[in-house]
């Protein structure tokens, strides 16, 4: 594969990038701020002395509304491009995605269960109430891929083609789950299923997000130590192994650093697809399969995409909002078909 | 002198007052829930919506106001965009952070029950008739509701006198095609039997049927709903969907009804007493006009 771009500029550029979404998502919306109000909200929410007259709404909307709802899509999209990299690393197959190891059929049984039958969990404390949905969708996620990571091993081994094979059939189990409770639902809980199915950075709120944040950090902090490995998995297990590493352990930490992203990323927005696709793929494109470029600009990447895309989700049809995962389906799909037919010209 | 400068000033604050609570009502609302948005219509506040959610389908002219969406997928800085004073909408407007997010910026949220019974419409008019500075007009409204309910009781009861409660099924679809059952605890079951009819499905919850099942439960009445088609499209839509439906009693004795769907969202709304009306007469065509 050529390289298209230096590592360097291509660091630079997706910075820009990423600066440049932020400062989009936080500066547009459906409410029109004056410019000037925004930078200047902007620089009293950092602590800077300016003067709060008739600031009052713009500082709201700017802190409340769309400064987590930006931190948000940061954290969701940077975190499903590298547990999309881990992946595609692990199964060897660019077309490899998050949802093979069962962690998004997971978590969506885990909130069809919250959705469903919340009310039977009704005599709960008030405080957990919110968040039962979230943490349902988080542990359902974690509980199918260890699932299939024990269905993958064998005689302290991993087989990564029997874990493929077993998210499958894990995968269709918890769709049927999920299509069971579905039948159970009323009118207004199978509505919120569909919603929550197609994913949304509506209504973030900091509460929500440090869990997401640590864990992403967190992630993104550790994966990129594990870039020479990956690019030696690269070769094959064998070879890998031949090289000094140890593969078993290597493969234990991609499978769990997927399970917590993802499953903290869909906690927190829902089902969003694509993302942990097709940014590995466009990053590779520019800048070849080499790890230590490919996991820190996935992030970046998959921040910007997300970023954008809900700047299409909440703009489009104002006052009302799309759900997100239709737009990055909308562009996810069409690339993707782009990807697998680019080989035959 | 003395005595009628004190009841000039008292007149005088009485104004004040009448007028500063007057000016403290909400002039701008957003609606989130389709009997609601009627009922602010109905009390003369249809100038006063400056946006609807997806559910408010009546009156017509509402369709032409901003949509928010979705109620229970309501986006904060959409519905701030429409400066708004007051949201309303029923316990499922959601999702609750971003109610939150829409009080904090000084918007006054309120919330109606939806539950399908007289003494929940009773409160949530005279809350929304204070709202609007219309109580008068909300208490009429309201007593117009219960006598026609009270008719609508009269005569379902001296129709059954007559003539056996007909077997009904409510069927739910989009153009006809795979039609879902309206069973136990919906509000299409309330209406049916509001209107005297027998509700021959005994699951719970809207429920799609084997056609078997359907055919066997033998309807005397065939009540549907179509979201996509209306009138003879919507009817003519069902039974080229589903032929077998032409083999049960109620199509032989052509007692199939059409009602709009948009009545059984959202709680008891101001359309109900005449749909109610126009089933009971389907219902017991014997003493209809009586």
Known sequence: ?345 | MRLSTHVAALCAGLLVSYHAVAAELPQRWVSAGGALSEWVCALGGESKLVGVDTTSQHPQTLKALPSIGYQRQLSAEGILSLRPQILIGTEEMGPPPVLSQVRSAGVQVELFSAQPDLPTLQANLQHLGKLLGAQDRASQLLQGYQQQLEQQKVRVTRAQLQEKSPGVLMLLGHAGGKPLIAGKDTAADWLLQKAGGHNLAAHSGYKPFSVESLVSLDPDVLVFADRALTGDAARAALFKENPILSSTRAARDGRVIELDPTLLVGGLGPRLPDALKSLSEGFFPGSAGQ
């Open chain 1, 1 to 345: 594969m050529t390289i298209l771009v230096k590592p360097r500029a291509l660091f630079i550029g997706l910075s820009l990038l990423c600066l440049l979404a932020v400062w989009l998502s936080l500066a547009l919306g459906p409410v029109s701020l004056p410019l000037f109000d925004t930078l200047r909200a902007a620089l009293r929410l950092i602590g800077l002395p300016i003067a709060a007259d008739g600031l009052e709404q713009a500082e709201l909307i700017l802190g409340q509304i769309r400064l987590p709802r930006t931190l948000l899509g940061l954290a969701v999209g940077g975190v499903l491009a590298l547990s999309g990299v881990a992946m595609q690393g692990l199964f060897r197959n660019p077309l490899a995605d998050p949802g093979l190891v069962g962690v998004s059929s997971g978590a969506a049984l885990g909130a069809a269960i919250a959705i469903v039958g919340g009310s039977i969990f009704g005599g709960l404390p008030e405080a957990f109430g919110p968040y039962l949905l979230s943490l349902c969708a988080f542990i359902g996620g974690l509980g199918v891929t260890a699932l299939v990571y024990r269905l993958g091993r064998r005689n302290g081994q991993t087989h990564v083609a029997t874990m493929l094979l077993a998210g499958i059939a894990l995968t269709a189990l918890a769709g049927s789950a999920v299509g069971l409770f579905t039948y159970l639902a009323d009118d207004a809980t199978l509505r919120t299923l569909t919603f929550w199915n197609l994913g949304s950075l509506n209504g973030a709120s900091y509460a929500r997000l440090w869990p997401l944040l640590l864990i992403t950090a967190g992630v993104a902090l550790w994966l990129p130590r594990r870039a020479k490995a990956l690019n030696a998995l690269l070769l094959g297990e064998s070879e890998a192994g031949h090289l000094g590493i140890d593969v078993e352990r290597l493969k234990r930490e991609l499978v769990f650093c997927t399970a917590l992203g993802v499953g903290a990323a869909v906690a927190a927005a829902g089902m969003i697809g694509f993302v942990g696709l097709v940014v590995p793929h466009l990053v590779r494109l520019l800048a070849g399969p080499d790890h230590r470029v490919l996991l820190p600009a996935s992030v970046l990447a998959g921040g910007s995409l997300l970023l954008f895309a809900d700047l299409v989700a909440r703009l489009a049809l104002a006052p009302a909002e799309l759900p997100i995962g239709i737009v990055t389906a909308f562009i996810g799909a069409p690339f993707f078909l782009y990807l697998l037919l680019r080989g035959r010209a």
